[in-house]
Nanobody
Framework: QVQLVESGGGLVQAGGSLRLSCVASASAFIINAMGWYRQAPGKQRELVVVIASGGDTNYAASVKGRFTISRDNAKNTVYLQMNSLKPEDTAVYYC?????????????????WGQGTLVTVSS
């Protein structure tokens, strides 16, 4: 079974902090990039940040300097530390992982999504 399980969402006041975690259960595959996306009510899902297996990161401009992604490859876990939260950060946050098998063609991968965790920032 291949799945992502998120935790850590909740309600926080503006200026506060939250830490999200995502564990990938995908032992039959190799995990490439992992990341976080979010979807606010009435809006499209958007990238928050991704981290490659080697550690390179790509942050959305709106969260740069406030959010920090980290990854523990041994535990197949990715974390998102969110500081200085703003009401506009309110959204369902989804974990994403790209996994592949060594027998697949180069560039082929399977995209996994978690069930989402709600982050609500009150003003």
């Amino acid at each position: 079974q291949v799945q992502l399980v998120e935790s850590g969402g909740g309600l926080v006041q503006a200026g506060g902090s939250l830490r999200l975690s995502c564990v990938a259960s995908a032992s039959a595959f190799i995990i490439n990039a992992m990341g976080w996306y979010r979807q606010a009510p009435g809006k499209q899902r958007e990238l928050v940040v991704v981290i490659a297996s080697g550690g390179d990161t790509n942050y959305a401009a709106s969260v740069k300097g406030r959010f920090t992604i980290s990854r523990d490859n041994a535990k197949n876990t990715v974390y998102l530390q969110m500081n200085s939260l703003k009401p506009e950060d309110t959204a369902v946050y989804y974990c994403n992982a790209e996994v592949y098998d060594s027998s697949w063609s180069p560039g082929s991968y399977l995209a996994l999504w978690g069930q989402g965790t709600l982050v609500t920032v009150s003003s």
